[in-house]
């Protein structure tokens, strides 16, 4: 725990920020990024973070929750940064109860992670339709690093239950509107399905809604899911 007179009581580390920071985010809590839009938060943030500069605080406190109930995790640059600190005690004062601080910030969520995503977004060969991914990439990256990309399953629940890609998470394409503002912007993005319709649909709903997401790629082919964690692929016709 910080000592410093300006620092926020309850710390918490990595593995308790973790639980939350994945899509789709667990209900009942926000991850609140207290730094600066530019140039920090726009080449990198925790998943699922929203954006609250401290310095923009008081206009931009409507996107809190509603429920001053809800689990708020506040960060900013990590063990020297007052930001997050001082945003927390702006939240107190609008009544929130339910608050902590990841005192480590992106700099220690980096480091733990252990991911260079702007490397592998570097590294990701494309297919041969427009925003598609080769498959021999996505097999390798599902293999070695799964959690370098952001894998989503656009299937139904129910397919998913039967079989699915290791790591992947499930967001049906129904769902997924309204699912695409805690999308994360610091690793590439992976739609998925079992034909590639799907999937492609994912792909495009995300070009017309968020643009300003670059790193996303969807797969076009054929996957036969297995319970067990394998799988078969093959180009689509």
Known sequence: MLSSDWA?????????????????????????????????????????????????????????????????????????????????????KLGYTNLKVFAAGYPGWKKYTGHSNMAVAREIKKGDSEGSIDIATLTGLIEKDPGSIMLIDVRDADEYARGHFKGAVNIPVDDLEKKLKSLPTEKPIVFVCSTGARSGESYYMVQDLRPELKKVYYLEAEVTYKKDGSYKIKKSR
Do not use: M
């Open 8 to 92: 926020f009581h309850d710390i918490v580390d990595v593995p308790f920020v973790r639980q939350y920071a994945k899509v789709p985010q667990p209900e009942g809590v926000t991850i609140i990024d207290a730094r600066p839009y530019k140039p920090k938060y726009v080449n990198g943030h925790i998943p699922t973070a929203v954006n609250i500069p401290y310095t923009q605080f008081d206009k931009l406190k409507d996107r809190l929750p509603r429920d001053k109930n809800t689990l708020l995790i506040f960060y900013c640059g990590g063990y020297h940064c007052k930001l997050s600190h001082k945003s927390v005690q702006r939240a107190i």
